[in-house]
């Protein structure tokens, strides 16, 4: 059986750390999730020590573009600090989202019986997660997006998908230019709690987006509530089941014991296909994950 090594080379804690052997369209597939702690040059050395050794990198705790709809720019930081790999391709797990997680409302509809339809769902970024923004618009459900509120702290939230282009349009190409540390919590800082607009989460039928910030901002109880969401371990399940989660989903599958996120998966689907990202399609990862019967993982509490 022909073997492939894909890591993902995260900004975040260490202390999310997970490693997983699994078995895919006759493939042995080592998957390793790395954390740096925030540690900025430990990640780029880490690349440079990996590279060429590994099939497939994943970034983990940062993206390499901010996205929204068929716009998309690079992180300068990202970039410059990937721009170090000379044979080892990398991926955000961007082109998952835009595609994968925009089906992910219609399974939940037709598989899971759930009624989405005049249901409301708060977003923690719709950049982030804007594929599956416009699939839970379009199963009928209203939408609280809070790029805004949750990234800048500006205490404004949208309700419409064409404002948050319109202000991405504006916006992208000055916060490419940011440090990532003020785009995504990173290192110790993804264990913080600071609840912010509780009102929102009240108001909120479900609530999707990165876990990390979701955790990060939400109040104590989360009774009754459908949380959409990628990488989580076994105490985050037990955190959500004791806030009174009524749902988790997560867009991709369990690994192990964990959901991996949407880079390890990209990055899994590059091995395997032996081709440079910018020579995939984006729905060839859709059929990918049709053939090999991949399904979002439920869990009911």
């Not at 998957?31 to 440079?48: A, N, P, Q, S, Y």
């Not at 091995?271 to 995939?280: C, F, H, M, N």
Request: aromatic share 8%.
């Amino acid at each position: 059986m022909k073997q492939k090594k894909i890591v993902s080379v995260s900004l975040g804690s260490s202390r999310r750390n997970h490693t997983a052997e699994i078995e895919l369209m006759g493939y042995r597939l080592s998957v390793e999730r790395i954390g740096v702690d925030g540690d900025k040059k430990k990640f780029v050395d880490l690349l440079k020590q990996l590279d060429g050794k590994v099939d497939a990198f994943g970034i983990g705790g940062a993206d390499l573009y901010l996205r929204a709809g068929h716009y998309k720019y690079k992180i300068i930081e990202i970039a410059k600090m990937v721009s170090v790999l000379q044979k080892t391709p990398i991926v955000d797990g961007g082109e998952l989202k835009e595609t994968w997680e925009r089906l992910i409302p219609r399974y939940l509809v037709e598989e899971e019986g759930l009624e989405l339809s005049g249901k409301t769902a708060l977003f923690m970024s719709g950049m982030d997660r804007y594929g599956l923004a416009e699939g839970l618009q379009k199963e009928g459900c209203r939408l609280l997006i809070g790029d805004l509120l949750f990234a800048l702290g500006i205490p404004i939230p949208l309700s419409r998908l064409s404002t948050l282009r319109f202000l991405s349009v504006v916006m992208m190409p000055f916060l490419r230019r940011l440090p990532v540390s003020v785009l995504y919590p990173t290192g110790k800082k993804q264990d913080e709690r600071s609840s912010r607009a509780p009102h929102l989460f009240q108001k909120a039928d479900i609530v999707a987006g990165d876990f990390l910030f979701i955790y990060r901002f939400m109040p104590e109880r989360m009774d009754g509530k459908i949380i959409i969401t990628n990488t989580v371990t076994s105490s985050d399940i037990e955190e959500l089941r004791k806030a009174g989660v009524q749902m988790l989903v997560t867009t991709t599958p369990e690994m192990n014991g964990r959901s991996f996120g949407t880079n390890v998966l990209q990055a899994i689907f590059v091995a395997i296909l032996g081709k440079k990202p910018e020579d995939i399609a984006p729905g060839d990862y859709v059929e990918m994950m049709k053939k090999m019967g991949i399904r979002p993982r439920v869990v009911r509490f």
